[in-house]
């Protein structure tokens, strides 16, 4: 998968993915606990600001190889983003808040129990009010049949590499 499949979709959807031992050092070992606590924080109060700061999380870990838990490296994260330094202030003091972390544990626990194990998984509600889990970024035709619509996919043109 790591070496094979992730660097297949990489250049499928043109996403800047290089895979080496440091991401897996720090997605395994270092982890990413304080990094999810983060974006929790944001979603709590700026969720505009969760998108655009995971994509910069995102490149740096995968495409850059840069730390993604440490304080600074969060706040290197969001400014890039383009948020203020009083927002990037407040949520990394409230992601240090039992509220805070008690969502995190929330949400996680709800993962757990509807069987999610991995990322990216959707929980895809359908018309009939079924809740079916799809895992997976390969899958997003699979997500449109289940919604009854046609899935025409970002990027066709490099379907054919």
């Not at 790591?2 to 979709?9: E, F, G, I, S, V």
């Not at 003091?93 to 069987?115: H, I, N, P, Q, Y």
């Not at 997976?136 to 997500?143: K, Q």
Request: glycine share 6%.
């Amino acid at each position: 998968m790591m070496q094979c499949d992730l660097p297949r979709l990489a250049k499928h959807y043109s996403v800047p993915l290089v895979m080496n031992d440091r991401v897996v050092e720090i997605m395994f070992n270092t982890g990413t606990l304080s990094t999810m606590r983060f974006l929790t924080a944001l979603q709590q109060k700026q969720p505009d600001a969760v998108e655009p700061v995971s994509r910069q999380l995102f490149y740096r870990l995968f495409s850059s190889h840069q730390d993604v838990a440490q304080p600074d490296s969060l706040r290197a994260a969001a400014e890039a983003a383009g948020l203020s330094a009083d927002v990037t202030a407040a949520a990394l003091t409230d992601m240090l808040s039992e509220e805070v972390k008690s969502r995190l544990k929330s949400v996680t626990d709800e993962a757990v129990k509807l069987g999610a194990f991995g990322s990216p998984t959707f929980i895809v509600h359908t018309e009939d009010g079924r809740q079916e889990m799809v895992f997976g970024s390969d899958r997003f035709h699979i997500i449109g049949d289940l919604l009854g619509v046609e899935y025409k996919g970002p990027l066709k043109h490099l379907a054919k590499l």
